[in-house]
């Protein structure tokens, strides 16, 4: 179980790493969205590629963010089977969450958005609009992004079964939202 939760452990500094450059995407989207409006409306002088630019930013936000988003235990859950629960029983709720519902479908979308990049790339296909910037890397940021998530999700998974031993610390805190 000690190699698993070092295992684990490297999982969660990639999954930072991730997290801090999506983090920094957010600055990034944010001066090129300004950027982008002052060249337009302030020197008559616009292009395209500011905005597409800008949607790959928040592509790469979303899918290199969904891990950290879980690593922090900031994700969504149901409020019904997770509130007024003991630490041992929320333990069990995510295991079996993450069981059920994450890893498999992470899994799956890993599996198949394979060759959705690999079909962009291999057509080395390109955005529709004048000047557009080749599709490929948006796309290959989806099969990696899940990985990560699946990564991320087994890195749980072990540290959440540790805790059920009492062989590591969890946080599993749960604060209800405020009415």
Known sequence: MNALLKLARLVDRVTDVAGWV??????????TGLANALLRYG????SNAWLEAQIYMF????????????????????????????????LRIDIFGLLLFLLPVTVAMTWLSWRFF????????????????????IKLLIPVGFALLTL????????????????AQVDVAYEKPQQ
């Not at 020197?43 to 616009?46: D, I, R």
């Not at 290199?64 to 041992?88: C, F, K, W």
């Not at 790339?121 to 080749?134: H, K, L, N, S």
């Open 152 to 167: 991320q999700g087994l890195s749980e998974l072990v540290k959440r079964i540790a805790a059920l031993k009492g062989l």
């Open 22 to 31: 999506a983090s920094s995407l957010v600055l990034a989207a944010t001066l």
């Open 59 to 90: 592509g790469a936000m979303m899918y290199l963010g969904g891990a950290q988003t879980l690593r922090m235990n900031e994700h969504i859950r149901i409020d019904v089977l997770y509130s007024g629960r003991s630490e041992r029983a929320r």
């Open 43 to 46: 020197a008559n002088f616009g």
């Open 118 to 137: 690999g079909v962009s790339y291999a057509g080395c296909e390109m955005a529709a609009d004048a000047g557009g910037f080749p599709v490929w890397p």
